[in-house]
């Protein structure tokens, strides 16, 4: 079977079965880093102490932070392939079109921004908690590197969680979930929560303009994790239902 064959066929059972299992870990997966960083240095409201406050706390958790942050890269770049799977669920078998194309885009712009927010803490400003932390450091010398990491912070900050997930990652959802409501591959509640979902997550990306968001980031982010568990108890659901 020629690759042209495998775009104009229905999805095999195998496809959903991979896309339901994926769907649930993209899902799920976000608990690992949240109980870890939140254990650790009360993530995610780390995200605003002060780098006087930050910098020690980072140190002293240096190990537990690494291990955090490591997994909620992970989980980021994982998004690329549930972003890719949930497309090919969502269109009609064929060539994707301009909709799934931008989806596409979006999806692998906004792995590549969260990936980018989160190696912050595993770079930078893990090297900024060890100079901070060099005996007899001078008062002029411990305001620089709070400013440096107050800088860093706030880049990649914009970066991952505005640019990134409140930016690219709702243009993702809502481009996949009009590629629902029109080809009709998925149900209809899975296009209608998806464009909810889209809206929801795109709300802390607000901030950006000086406007403070309605919601917070914990709770927009709660939302597209729920999205994605239905939709991958669905994948599942349509995988065990096929005979091939």
Known sequence: MTSSDTLTTPPSRTLWLVAGIVLLLQGFSIFAPMVVLGGAIQWPDSLDYPPAQ???LLLEQIDAVRLGYGLYLGYSLLFLVTGALTIRLASRPGPLGTLGLIALGAAAVSTLARAIGIIRWLTGSTALAEAYSVPGLSADARTAIEATQGAINSWGGAIGEALGVA????IWAIAVSLLILRDRQLPAWAGLTGL????????PGLELFGIAPPVSIVLSTTGIQLWFMALGLLFLWRGVRRTV
């Open 54 to 56: 930050m910098l020690p």
């Open 167 to 170: 930016g690219f990652a709702a």
């Open 196 to 203: 909810a979902a889209g809206v929801l997550v795109a709300l």
